[in-house]
């Protein structure tokens, strides 16, 4: 009890930033929920065959987190991009 007492005393300043300002969360469920998906498709890309195929599938989970992020439907996204690659001109 002793341990646990001088080691929440200890962090008491950062503690008490919970109670001084409503904006700061006692958990962090928010990251964790954001940052699940990630976890769940890292074990995925095992699966994908090769380094090239899970390099790519990670790029497109990245473009449509991207999406989800901003409120932006992927399809509708992805099908704007398509569409607009043989009109592009790199010179």
């Known amino acids: 009890m002793n341990r646990a007492l001088s080691y929440t005393y200890s962090i008491f ?8 300002d409503g904006r700061y969360l006692p958990d962090n469920n928010l990251v964790e929920n954001a940052i699940r998906p990630l976890s769940i498709s890292r074990k995925n890309f095992m699966f994908c065959g090769n380094h090239d195929a899970a390099e790519n599938a990670a790029i497109m989970y990245s473009f449509f987190g991207c999406c989800k992020a901003n409120d932006v439907n992927p399809r509708e996204w992805l099908t704007d991009v398509l569409t607009r690659i043989p009109e592009y001109n790199s010179d």
């Not at 300043?13 to 001084?20: A, E, K, P, Q, T």
Request: glycine share 0%; net charge positive; aromatic share 12%.
């Open 13 to 20: 300043n950062r503690l008490s930033r919970y109670h001084l």
